[in-house]
């Protein structure tokens, strides 16, 4: 397979940051890279199963969540285009996971094997070196994802829980007017909340003026250290 094949820009993707597109095709090929369409709602990994793949999101959206013995979902991260996944797994062939990804839109996959990239990731060739760096990096921006989520569920009330993530996406993009990439119930297991109460919560602080949000387009008129 070829990153030419295909109509995402490969050199756009993290996990090939500062790579010709000559050096992607031969780690595609040297890695036996592939690409699996995953239709909406389909699994990519069930919690429990064994990890064969370092995992790029090249079109739609998988979310990697975790759901109780009564089916009950809490997302734990939203992965957009470009995004990777079950690099946590890279240390362990065959580490079964403890989360599940989930596609919440018809996503293609570029799944690249954990066995080549563990056993002949760490060549001296220029392309594997910095694949490896970007690899790394990765790690450290997914990481510090995970520690802003929970720096929001340690928020006291729901309200501050909203607030908290509202002004995370609001730095991420970069303006206090963004959209949002969860409906109403994929918020609410985001932020661990009821769907009623978050709905009203979201109404009374429209009404208070904090916020204005239609369907998924948010505009915060208040950040909390105003409040």
């Known amino acids: 397979m070829a990153a030419g094949m295909y109509a995402l820009d490969f050199q756009e993707v993290p996990l090939f940051h500062g790579l010709g ?6 780690i595609l090929q040297k890695f036996h890279g592939m690409i699996k369409h995953f239709p909406k709602s389909d699994y990519i990994y069930l919690a429990g199963d064994a990890v064969e793949s370092l995992c790029v999101v090249l079109k739609g959206t998988v979310q990697m969540i975790k759901e109780d013995i009564w089916g009950e979902k809490s997302i734990i991260s939203n992965l957009g285009t470009g995004s990777v996944f079950a690099e946590n797994c890279l240390g362990k062939l065959g580490e079964r996971s403890v989360v599940s990804y989930f596609a919440a839109s018809d996503s293609e996959i570029l ?47 729901l309200r501050s829980k909203i607030m908290a993530y509202l002004e995370q996406e609001a730095r991420y993009n970069g303006s206090d007017s963004f959209e949002v990439p969860f409906n109403r119930t994929d918020l609410a ?35 909390e250290h105003e409040l």
Request: include cysteine; proline fraction near 1%; glycine fraction near 4%.
């Open 21 to 26: 597109r000559d050096e992607i095709n031969e």
């Open 111 to 157: 799944m690249l094997p954990l066995g080549k990239l563990l056993f002949e990731g760490g060549s001296s060739s220029k392309a594997n070196r910095r694949l490896m760096c970007n690899i790394v990096s990765i790690l450290a921006d997914n990481n510090t994802r995970l520690i802003e989520k929970t720096e929001i569920l340690c928020k006291k009330t």
């Open 189 to 223: 297991n985001y932020l661990d909340a009821d769907r009623s109460a978050m709905t009203r919560e979201l109404a009374r602080m429209k009404a208070e003026g904090l916020i204005d949000f239609t369907k998924n387009n948010f505009t915060i008129l208040q950040h």
